[in-house]
């Protein structure tokens, strides 16, 4: 019960006067203490519930029916509780102001601590940014540096002289570098079954050990791996397996490109196999290049083979081949390197994608009839077995690599042959089927 209501209550009982001349009198007490109002009221309350309980254990004498009650003293203790009640309740409304103005500022420190959170994730935000862009502009001009200095002169002419001897070529040469990682071990397997008796096999590993990398990746237990693989399967004489020392100032990427396509290079490949990804593992997309795949891939002149799919377990079972032609010379070779590749089992499909709203703009040997007629008269003349030509027909608003990628698959291509011009940035086709197609891609560049 607060003071308010206990004073009130002691006021309205029976022995009203008695109650409010103890009352007077205990006020005009603490008052002479010079005590504050609220201490006063506090103390006065106390005090009419001590009188109340008090009263209580004792029996009150009757107030005689014929004493007369002041009605002057009543007004008097009315007045006085009604305006110990108005303290009380200023006292609760100041108490209720005080409140409100407490949770009021801690609102406004709240939302101040939350700007001034805010402001500094913005602050470290942009310092972070700063940074990055900073790191990017680096890590740009490291490349520039590198890749600024020239491959090789005339990188046209030898794409293509390159792709030229590789198709006269009766044993090739397949080099495939490995870092320990998966998919750098599936590039291997995709060489070693492409290889064909008397072919020729180098596995590169590039010394990059380091004090902490894990044991499956230094350069010892990458040749002691090999080495008991290849010794079991091929004779010592069809491979070798280098570990190379690479410069620090050239990146892995940009030093591959560099040695491959060395000028003084003794054993020369005929083909680079790499995986898609390397010792970074997976990407999120399973189609995704690893650097160095997609940098080799655009400087590297030598014809290129991305391994994307795992051998049969049968070594017996033939592969599915299919080389992607149009009217050029440049598709023509493309698919004699595809014949040389290719083992007698292996089934080749030369393929062309058309649109029949094309054909009356362009000229005979560019259009269906004109490039059906070339690849099957060149089939029959040599009489290849396993060899056939397939007309896709587009509808209209197709995209071309889109189309391609979807038929490859649907048609379990084991290997797509692409010819391109050689250049820094890959045509919007063959991108497409390199990083969106789940099979095997051979790139000749020329």
């Excluded at 009982?13 to 006020?27: R, T």
């Excluded at 198709?167 to 320990?180: E, P």
């Excluded at 010794?231 to 990427?253: E, F, W």
Aim: glycine content about 6%; charged content about 25%.
């Amino acid at each position: 019960m607060g003071a308010g209501s206990s004073v009130a209550a002691a006021l309205q009982g029976d022995n009203k006067v008695e109650a409010f001349s103890a009352l007077a009198a205990e006020y005009e007490v603490v008052k002479a203490q010079e005590m504050p109002m609220e201490q006063i009221v506090d103390h006065l309350a106390n005090f009419m519930e001590e009188q109340s309980s008090g009263a209580g254990d004792a029996v009150a004498d009757p107030v005689p029916d014929n004493e007369a009650v002041d009605i002057e003293n009543t007004e008097e203790t009315n007045l006085a509780a009604g305006k110990l009640q108005a303290i009380q309740r200023g006292k609760a409304a100041r108490k209720e102001i005080e409140a409100k103005n407490a949770a009021a500022a801690k609102l406004q420190a709240l939302q101040r601590g939350k700007t001034s959170r805010k402001n500094m994730e913005e602050q470290h935000s942009a310092a972070a940014k700063l940074q990055a862009v900073q790191r990017g502009k680096k890590t740009r001009a490291v490349m520039n540096t590198e890749e600024s200095l020239p491959v090789s002169q005339n990188f046209e002419s030898k794409c293509r002289a390159s792709v030229l001897q590789t198709t006269q070529k009766a044993k090739l040469h397949y080099m495939v570098f490995v870092d320990g990682s998966d998919g750098a071990h599936r590039a291997f397997e995709t060489a070693m079954g492409m290889r064909k008796s008397g072919d020729f096999v180098s596995i590169v590993h590039i010394d990059t050990d380091k004090p902490d990398m894990p044991a499956h990746f230094t350069s010892s237990a990458v040749k002691e791996k090999y080495e008991l693989i290849c010794a079991g399967t091929m004779p010592k004489s069809r491979y070798v397996i280098k570990l190379v020392q690479k410069p620090s100032n050239l990146s892995t990427k940009n030093f591959i490109c560099r040695w491959v396509n060395k000028e003084d290079q003794t054993q020369r490949p005929d083909f680079v196999v790499s995986g898609i990804t390397g010792r970074k593992g997976e990407k999120e997309d399973p189609h995704v290049l690893g650097s160095v795949t997609d940098l080799g891939l655009r400087r590297i002149w030598t014809p290129c083979v991305v391994a994307k799919t795992p051998e049969p377990q049968d070594a017996t079972t033939p592969r599915q081949y299919a080389v992607l032609v149009n009217g050029t010379d440049r598709a023509f070779e493309g698919y004699q390197l595809a014949l040389n590749v290719r083992k007698q089992r292996d089934q080749l499909t030369v393929v062309h994608f058309y649109n029949d709203g094309e054909q009356q703009t362009k000229e005979h040997i560019d259009t269906l009839d004109g490039i059906r007629d070339r690849y099957e008269a060149e089939i029959a003349q040599q009489g290849l077995v396993n060899v056939s030509f397939a007309a896709v027909n587009l509808p209209d608003g197709y995209m071309l690599g889109e189309s391609m990628t979807e038929w490859l698959q649907e048609n379990s291509i084991d290997f797509a042959v692409l010819a391109t011009r050689p250049r820094e940035e890959f045509g919007s086709v063959s991108e497409h089927i390199i990083k969106n197609g789940n099979m095997n891609v051979i790139l000749a560049k020329h």
